[in-house]
């Protein structure tokens, strides 16, 4: 596609509830990050995928959160349970990794989850 | 813990004028730094990358300076323009490896 989709854009949910949030990256980009963005805060790291490489989990805040990518595709973030501290927009990039590149990265426009 | 400060005050600042947006680091060695713009609502978007070997990167309007030694990046934009007005995010990334944190950005208002 053109650009890294999110979807949903909006997620109303209640407590308790199981989630799941859903990123198509730039075709051919091998690398896939998500991101979480409270209001008014900074993005904060939660996973990274790379090839076929094991993921870099180490920003999950909770064994809540699980996320899967098949392949150089698309990638599923889950949150079980939910709270309302994880209320925040879900962002997801992707970027093309090459030696002596920029590594941009793509993002997304973002999954607002409103947890009530 | 590893920490990125960027001003949390919103800079206000006159068309025409040279905007300069602070980004500092502890606790982190940085081999790349990156500088973002989110607008309201959307993914921010990538606008330069500057290494650590490297003290200043341009791209038209935008400088990008980097000073491992004090542990900061400036980030400036000349003649600037109200279509300037935006969020702006440093990011860093360590050498080897693909995770890449955040500072929570400085809000830039460009009034005509």
């Known amino acids: 596609g053109a650009g890294v989709s999110q979807s949903p854009s909006n997620k109303v949910t209640e407590k308790g509830k199981d989630v799941e949030l859903r990123c198509d990256p730039i075709?051919?980009?091998?690398?896939l990050y998500w991101y979480r963005q409270r209001l008014g805060q900074g993005l904060e790291f939660l996973i990274y995928?790379?090839?076929?490489?094991?993921?870099?989990k180490s920003g999950l805040p909770s064994d809540r959160f699980s996320a899967e990518r098949t392949g150089e595709s698309v990638s599923t973030l889950t949150i079980q349970r939910t709270q309302q501290e994880d209320s925040a927009v879900y962002l997801c990039?992707?970027?093309?990794?090459?030696?002596?590149?920029?590594?941009?990265?793509?993002f997304g426009q973002g999954t607002r989850l409103t947890v009530v | 813990s590893q920490k990125i400060e960027q001003n949390s005050e919103a800079l206000n600042i006159q068309e025409g004028k040279t905007a300069t947006l602070t980004c500092n680091y502890t606790n982190y060695s940085p081999a790349y730094l990156q500088w973002y713009r989110q607008d309201p609502g959307r993914g921010p978007v990538f606008l330069l990358l500057i290494r650590e070997n490297e003290k200043e990167k341009r791209k038209e309007r935008l400088k990008v300076t980097f000073d491992t030694t004090l542990k900061q990046s400036l980030f400036h934009i000349t003649a600037s323009q109200p279509a300037d007005s935006a969020t702006y995010l440093c990011?860093?990334?360590?050498?080897?490896?693909?995770?890449?944190?955040f500072g929570a950005g400085t809000r830039l208002f460009v009034k005509a």
């Open positions: 990011a860093l990334r360590r050498a080897g490896g693909f995770k890449t944190i």
């Open positions: 075709s051919g980009h091998t690398a």
């Open positions: 995928f790379q090839g076929n490489s094991a993921p870099d």
């Open positions: 990039a992707s970027s093309l990794v090459i030696t002596g590149g920029t590594d941009e990265a793509f």
